[in-house]
Each structure stands twice: as structure tokens, then as C-alpha cells.
């Protein structure tokens, strides 16, 4: 018929910092099915990856996260207080750099943006030219953790604050399809317990030793600038609870925030499927995971295969 849109697949890619590495196996499942998007947008991680697979470097990337242990992501840690940020993300954004490199977002054969939020206005900023690094830089700012990024005349800090999971971006980019992936379904970790251990030995805190108590790698985090010293240290024991840690804080605010915004702007926007991968059980800070996430995303993925067969034979 004369006139009528022609059909173009997106993808509104969702915030969940190391819970990101879903994506990947999300993308790797998605592209395994003959189903690859017109136009990607990510939030937070979601720009970084989506980022990774529009400059068709996902499989650098997957190389370099699945390498990544516990003192390795300390190690790209550098620590900024007073910046706005417990981290200032200057060795984190070299590494970006270096596995993705300097690309502008419109020499990307697929059409890409990441969104961000203007910290003094409150306004939604959408990255759709220039640099992709410094779109990703904005985009990943998260609140209180990652130092706020001056972009474009404006403070930037993370997308999430404003749309978690960017499926209006996808619409208003021209998909007349969109996939989300929403990467903070289902009832968040619970804080409370794990900050009430008491450690009677100084190698427990080594979350590596205890893969099944993943908030211990948060609580080493919440404690980084000294934290060789507690390590050394023993803690106490107390009858009353201890204080919630600055980790153990930013990490429930964040996972309240993004469900509450989330669910609130998918109801408003839903996308034509909606993928839930369950991660809600990693860290927001524990991209030594990378394994795991990258395996759920894939499960999450060819779980819900029946609903994407229709999907397959449109825009393959």
C-alpha cells in the first residue's frame, strides 16, 4: 500500500549497572534469531552496551567483562569524592575507550542514542550525534557513585533518573517495533541482612569465598578507600545492628528509583515486548558477574523465543 511505514525494529536497552552485562547474552540470543534492530537506545549500561553492538565491538566487549574479578574492578576504581562522585570514572572510561574506541554515533551503520538526565533542569537529554563516549559518559553517571559528567554545557548524570528504560526514545527515532529489556523487574535484593553479619575472620570479606552472599562485594565497595584496612581489621561483635554502609544506601535508592520510574513510564509507553531477565540478585556494583548475567540474558531471551517468531520473519 502506497504510503505505509515500513516496518523498523527497536531496541530501548535499560538501566542496571552491572546487571547490564544481560545484555550482551540478550543481544548475542536476539541476533542468534536473525532479529537485528534499526535503532537501538540505552540507558545507563543499556548505552553502553547497545553502544558495544551498534560499533560491532559486543564480542570485545564480552572478552574483556568475562575477565573481570573482584580486584580487577576495584583496580578501575578511582576514587573521587568531592567530584560529585565516590568515583570519578577516569580509568573506567580509558578502558571504554580503548575497547570501543572514538566512533561518532552517526558513522554507527545502526541508528543509536543514549539518554541522560540535565542535573539542574531535570530534563531528559537524548544523545543522538557526536561523540558515543561521551554519550555513554552521561548516560552512566549514576547518583552519588559515578562522578556527574560536563557534557554539552550541561552537568549529566544517569539516565535512569528520567527513563530507565528508553522505549518513547524508540518511538520518537521512528521504530514502529520495540523490544525493551527492563533489567530491575521483579522485588529487589533485600539490604538489611547482610549488613547485620558479624565477621569473626578478616577472609570473609573476600567476596569471592562466598558466592552466594553477593552483597559482600558491596559492603568491601562501600568501604573502598580504606579498604586493605578492613580487611585487616575484625569486626566487633554486637548486639545492635550495624548502620547501613554508603553502598548498602545508594544500592536500595537506585533499585527503588528505577522500579518506581520504570514501571510508571512503561505503563505509560509500553513497548511491544518486554524482556525481564531475573538479575535483580546482582549488585549494582558487582561486574565481577559477568558469567552469570550474560547466561540469563540469553535464557531470558529464548524463553519468551514464541513471542519473537513473528518478529524473525518482519525484519530479518
Known amino acids: 500500500m502506497a504510503g505505509e511505514q515500513k516496518a523498523k525494529l527497536g531496541l530501548a536497552l535499560g538501566s542496571g549497572a552491572a546487571r547490564g552485562w544481560a545484555l550482551i547474552g540478550i543481544l548475542k540470543q536476539l541476533d542468534l534469531m536473525g532479529l537485528k534492530p534499526d535503532v537501538i537506545v540505552g540507558c545507563s549500561i543499556g548505552s553502553l552496551v547497545g553502544a558495544a553492538y551498534c ?67 531535570g530534563r531528559e537529554h537524548v544523545f543522538s550525534e557526536g561523540s558515543m563516549l561521551d554519550a555513554i559518559r552521561a548516560s552512566c553517571a549514576i547518583p552519588g557513585v559515578l562522578a556527574p559528567q560536563f557534557i554539552n554545557q550541561h552537568w549529566m548524570i544517569d539516565g535512569a533518573v528520567v527513563n530507565p528504560v528508553p522505549v518513547s526514545v524508540c518511538r520518537a527515532m521512528g521504530a514502529t517495533h520495540v523490544i525493551a529489556v527492563d533489567l530491575n523487574s521483579g522485588k529487589p535484593q533485600p539490604l538489611s541482612n547482610p549488613h547485620d553479619i558479624l565477621y569473626t575472620d578478616a577472609n570473609e570479606i573476600a567476596p569471592e569465598l562466598h558466592p552466594d552472599q553477593p552483597n559482600k562485594f558491596q559492603d568491601l565497595l562501600g568501604n573502598s578507600k580504606n579498604f586493605i584496612d578492613n580487611i585487616i581489621k575484625k569486626r566487633k561483635a554486637s548486639a545492635e545492628p550495624s548502620a547501613p554502609g554508603f553502598m548498602a544506601v545508594a544500592n536500595g535508592a537506585i533499585d527503588i528509583m528505577q522500579n518506581r520510574i520504570t514501571r510508571s513510564r512503561l505503563a505509560a509507553d509500553p513497548p511491544d515486548i518486554l524482556i525481564q531477565p531475573k538479575v535483580t540478585h546482582i549488585g549494582i556494583m558487582e561486574f565481577n558477574r559477568a558469567q552469570e548475567a550474560i547466561d540469563i540474558g540469553q535464557s531470558s531471551v529464548m524463553q519468551i523465543s514464541h513471542l519473537l517468531d513473528e518478529y524473525v520473519g518482519l525484519f530479518k
Do not use: H, P
Open 55 to 121: 560499533t560491532e565491538k559486543l564480542d570485545d566487549l564480552e572478552t574483556w567483562v568475562r575477565t573481570l574479578d573482584t580486584w580487577q574492578v576495584i583496580r578501575l576504581l578511582d576514587w573521587g569524592m568531592g567530584q560529585g562522585g565516590m568515583v570519578s570514572g577516569s580509568k573506567l572510561f580509558t578502558q571504554l575507550e580503548n575497547t570501543l574506541g572514538s566512533t561518532k554515533i552517526e558513522d554507527c551503520s545502526t541508528e543509536y542514542a543514549a539518554v541522560a538526565t540535565e542535573l539542574y533542569t
